[in-house]
């Protein structure tokens, strides 16, 4: 009932809720114009600009049906929206997200335990690439704090265990900000990218703001 009627006022002027993250600063759930959306102070995270960027990135690759999808860099769950809601996908989907506070809003707010077959990890995506033995057919690279991409995800060496978790044919969308300014480090992934055989495609100012690398290998 709380719900339906935030809902109905959400069209005369938004409803903000906020909740505190160590690692995300303030978020801030709202309701505007009959839909939920999720924000930092800076940027939005997921059901807005967010979800129109992860849609474009979606439309350009080809989901197979029996491989699994690893997510890093939950948000509210606008990938995993898509992927079951818009393109009708039961792949599973491995989630992993460093913030616990989030997980718990995806869940409660946005729905993500409508969904089946999925794994949610709490951990750095750094530690799991590195950890685990599974292997994907796409892999969505979605990792900020605040409007930030963290240093490290630019980094060669993430890239390698990105690269040695990846199926034979495989997806991999690499969403940031363009005013991250990595230049020089987008261009050493786009090498690393064409040096294990995919082919890439960047895409910039996708809702203004985003550069998104897509790269397939057939």
Same mark, same amino acid.
């Given at each position: 009932?709380? #719900?339906t009627i935030k809902k109905k006022l959400s069209y005369i002027y938004p409803i903000t809720q906020t909740v505190s993250s160590l690692y995300n600063g303030t978020l801030?759930?709202?309701?505007?114009?009959?839909?939920?959306?999720?924000? $930092?102070?800076? $940027?939005?995270?997921?059901?807005?600009?967010?979800?129109? *960027?992860?849609?474009?990135?979606?439309?350009?690759?080809?989901?197979? %049906?029996?491989?699994?999808?690893?997510? =890093? %860099? =939950? %948000? %509210?769950?606008?990938?995993?929206?898509?992927? @079951?809601?818009?393109?009708?996908?039961?792949?599973?989907? +491995?989630?992993?997200?460093?913030?616990?506070?989030?997980?718990?809003?995806? @869940?409660?707010?946005?729905?993500?335990? /409508?969904?089946? /077959?999925? !794994?949610?990890?709490?951990?750095?995506? #750094?530690?799991?690439?590195?950890?685990?033995?599974? !292997?994907?057919?796409? *892999?969505?690279?979605?990792?900020?704090? /605040?409007?930030?991409?963290?240093?490290?995800?630019? /980094?060669?060496?993430?890239?390698? +265990? *990105?690269?040695m978790l990846t199926k034979k044919k495989c997806c991999i969308i690499f969403n940031t900000l363009t005013a991250n300014n990595f230049t020089d480090k987008i261009n050493?992934?786009? !090498?690393?990218?064409?040096?294990?055989?995919?082919?890439?495609? #960047?895409? !910039?100012?996708?809702?203004? #703001?985003?550069?998104?690398?897509?790269?397939?290998? @057939?």
């Amino acid at each position: 009932m709380i #719900s339906t009627i935030k809902k109905k006022l959400s069209y005369i002027y938004p409803i903000t809720q906020t909740v505190s993250s160590l690692y995300n600063g303030t978020l801030e759930i709202t309701y505007i114009n009959g839909k939920k959306i999720l924000n $930092t102070q800076n $940027t939005n995270y997921s059901f807005g600009s967010l979800h129109k *960027v992860m849609q474009f990135s979606l439309n350009r690759i080809i989901i197979k %049906g029996d491989s699994p999808i690893l997510l =890093l %860099g =939950l %948000g %509210g769950g606008s990938a995993v929206k898509i992927i @079951r809601s818009e393109f009708l996908k039961k792949n599973h989907i +491995d989630i992993v997200d460093i913030d616990s506070v989030m997980i718990e809003i995806a @869940r409660k707010e946005f729905g993500l335990n /409508d969904y089946s /077959d999925l !794994k949610v990890y709490c951990q750095n995506a #750094s530690s799991f690439v590195e950890e685990t033995n599974n !292997k994907y057919g796409l *892999v969505i690279i979605d990792l900020f704090i /605040d409007k930030i991409t963290p240093e490290y995800f630019y /980094d060669s060496i993430f890239w390698t +265990d *990105v690269l040695m978790l990846t199926k034979k044919k495989c997806c991999i969308i690499f969403n940031t900000l363009t005013a991250n300014n990595f230049t020089d480090k987008i261009n050493c992934i786009n !090498k690393m990218l064409i040096d294990a055989k995919f082919e890439v495609y #960047s895409y !910039k100012e996708i809702e203004l #703001s985003n550069t998104v690398l897509i790269a397939k290998r @057939r």
